[in-house]
């Protein structure tokens, strides 16, 4: 997946937002929560994204695929497709996918009802 792929794919799902920041990363959010990042890793594009628990033991044992830097660092589950073999383009779809419904779900029904998503 290329960088302008991730911001085009990320761009589909509902009251998600753009930022450019840390060291000019594509940063999505919905709700003001984090759900991915496009980065950068020795010049190529590298993914930071939420997962499951069980997503957290098993991801990292492929090769291109680690623990986030900083974000696993502080107890929290998140990996980085940062290499090939890595993830193919639609796997790191779907994950990119569980991450926002992940976040959507815990923001609270105030925030939910503004943003108009359930």
Known sequence: M??????TFCATFP????????GNSDVRKVGGKLFAVCGWVDGEPAFTFKVT???FEILPDMDGV??????ASR???WVQ???TPGLSDQELKNHIGYS??????KLTKKMKNLLEIS
């Open 100 to 105: 926002y419904e992940m976040v959507a779900k």
């Open 15 to 22: 009251a998600a937002t753009h930022v450019v920041q840390w």
């Open 2 to 7: 290329t960088r302008d792929e991730f911001n």
């Open 75 to 77: 107890g929290m589950k």
């Open 81 to 83: 497709h940062y290499a």
């Open 53 to 55: 628990d069980i997503a």
């Open 66 to 71: 680690r623990p986030a830097p900083y974000l």
